[in-house]
């Protein structure tokens, strides 16, 4: 079945320690996005890339970072994680119509 | 500043019974709509969708009507079943795709055997 994976699905770090969460896709999309999801909040979208066109919303902190070495994979680089990245991390791709998501990567940070 | 509001956090309602999620947006120039479902565990998922140029659409159980003069958009699902319990996140695009999607908190629907 082709779909959205994101490896892994529960990561633990340190505080200050750097952190690579993975998403990979089947679906030969072209677009891909990373969300940060808070608790009873609203995912707020990082970045994403329109084939290898990066664009970054404007309020993502530079901790932040991301790659696309193909179409397939995408990594969200966090170079120093604090207590408040500690979220559920999403990634999801498009081919131009609707989004489709991975399960998410739930990231905590002690 | 919120530009999509979900402001019922939760809602309950019996099987078989109509449920109503509804969702507010601020920009004017937001021209296309969309619900996620998403259970425990899984990413959202995609349920219905809506173009400023419609002010409805219908898939099966699920209706999404669209209000533009209220920037006011609904889901109905009828008749509710128990496994349409999850969170329903509503999201706006500026574009006529979705490019970049704007969510709102979600909605936690539970509906009761």
């Known amino acids: 079945d082709a779909m959205v994976i994101q490896n892994p699905r529960y990561q633990v770090t340190q505080f200050g320690k750097p952190v690579t969460l993975s998403c990979s896709q089947t679906?030969?999309?072209?677009?891909m996005y990373w969300y940060q999801q808070k608790s009873s909040q609203a995912p707020k979208l990082l970045f994403h890339y329109y084939d290898k066109d990066f664009n970054n919303e404007a309020d993502t902190p530079d901790n932040f970072q991301s790659r696309r070495p193909n179409t397939s994979f995408c990594f969200l680089d966090i170079r120093s994680p604090g207590l408040g990245d500690a979220a559920m991390y999403l990634c999801?791709?498009?081919?131009?119509?609707?989004?489709?998501f991975g399960p998410g990567t739930r990231l905590t940070v002690t | 500043d919120q530009q999509v509001k979900q402001n019922s956090p939760s809602l309950s309602v019996q099987e078989g019974r109509i449920s109503i999620l509804n969702c507010d947006y601020t920009n004017s120039m937001f021209d296309y709509f969309l619900w996620y479902k998403k259970y425990p565990a899984e990413g959202p998922t995609f349920l219905i969708s809506?173009?400023?140029?419609?002010d409805k659409n219908e898939d099966g159980r699920f209706t999404v009507f669209l209000n533009k003069s209220a920037k006011h958009l609904s889901l109905h699902i009828v008749p509710s079943q128990p496994g349409d319990s999850a969170v329903y996140f509503c999201?706006?695009?500026?574009?006529?795709?979705?490019?970049?999607?704007?969510f709102g908190k979600g909605t936690k629907l539970t509906v009761n055997p």
């Open positions: 679906l030969n999309h072209n677009v």
């Open positions: 999801a791709t498009s081919g131009g119509g609707e989004q489709y």
């Open positions: 999201a706006a695009s500026v574009w006529g795709g979705s490019e970049k999607l704007v």
């Open positions: 809506i173009s400023s140029i419609k």
